[in-house]
């Protein structure tokens, strides 16, 4: 298993443009907490909480790939589990027979444009539920 520097993650969502103000809105991390922890300076244990969000948050901007076949799939679980969204309701939803809408996802070739089509209605349903109203 490759074993990954948080640190390392964050100074690269820096190193490619991501501001501070960015970062801090996804993660709802402080400015001061971030920038404490970015620079090694001590933290109290309020301000360690506060950092619970930002591994997820750089590891699944830098170390997934949105394009597989398996996110898509990830996508789906999410949808169903958290938001109790059917796989029938999101084949309907993407124009696609519901009986058939993981098999048609194991089968279709992740290249092709009616996958990439697919996926992003998938992509495109799932941020419509993510979307927080603070920032709409």
């Known amino acids: 298993m490759k074993s990954i520097n948080i640190k390392d993650l964050l100074a690269q969502c820096l190193s490619d443009g991501f501001s501070v103000e960015s970062i801090c809105k996804a993660t709802s991390i402080s400015p001061i907490v971030l920038h404490k922890y970015f620079n090694d300076l001590p933290l109290l244990s309020t301000e360690i909480a506060e950092l619970k969000y930002l591994p997820v948050f750089l590891t699944q901007l830098y170390l997934n790939d949105p394009i597989g076949k398996s996110y898509i799939i990830d ?5 169903n589990y958290f938001f109790s ?6 084949a309907r939803y993407i124009g696609i027979n519901s009986d058939s809408l993981r098999v048609f996802l194991d089968d279709i070739d992740s290249n092709s444009v009616e996958y990439q089509l697919v996926s992003r209605k998938i992509m495109h349903l799932f941020l419509t539920f993510m979307r927080d109203k603070k920032h709409s």
């Open 85 to 90: 969204v059917s796989d029938d309701t999101i």
């Open 75 to 79: 996508i789906l679980d999410s949808l």
